[in-house]
């Protein structure tokens, strides 16, 4: 079959529909965080590293970069800036004295658990106005999702 024909003509639909509505759903809960949480809204940057590290704490500057797509001395200046902060935490590894592991402060776990709150506020909201089918299909669509976010991820490649 050719790229034209029409399995192919569904799955690019399907490719362009998934990259907008993520990116909208993302956009959507972004904007409701930032107008009702009572903190300043961090960069993105920032965010996506407190989110890893509480996913993985203890994780080194190096696995945080691979995982976050970033570059290591971005993910080092960032760690800086949080550190000041009182966001994160270093800690010097026992045995290698030139790798240090992050970990979440008091403050940014509390942050944290707040914006993960208001999130899944918004999104539970969201899924109650929906039907029990289109509640199912998401539900059903979680282990897929996953999948497709670790093959588009370059280290699966």
Do not use: C, F
């Not at 690019?12 to 909208?24: I, N, P, S, T, Y």
């Not at 993302?26 to 590293?49: F, I, M, S, W």
């Not at 696995?63 to 760690?79: F, G, H």
């Not at 909201?125 to 669509?141: F, I, K, Q, V, Y």
């Amino acid at each position: 079959m050719t790229p034209s024909s029409a399995p192919g003509r569904d799955l690019d639909r399907v490719a362009a529909g998934l990259a907008e509505r993520v990116l909208a759903l993302h956009r959507a809960l972004d904007r409701r965080v930032a107008a009702d949480h009572p903190h300043p809204k961090l960069p993105e940057g920032q965010l996506a590293l407190l989110r890893y590290v509480a996913r993985r704490e203890g994780a080194t500057v190096r696995e945080a970069a691979e995982a976050l797509l970033m570059k290591p001395n971005n993910v080092s200046t960032l760690v800086s800036q949080m550190t000041e902060r009182g966001l994160l935490e270093r800690r010097q590894d026992g045995t290698d004295k030139r790798v240090a592991h992050l970990h979440l402060t008091a403050a940014s776990r509390g942050r944290l658990a707040e914006v993960r709150e208001l999130e899944a506020g918004y999104v539970r909201e969201a899924l109650l106005s929906l039907t029990e089918g289109e509640r199912g299909a998401l539900g059903s669509a979680l282990d897929a999702l996953d999948a497709l976010a670790n093959r588009l991820h370059p280290a699966a490649r």
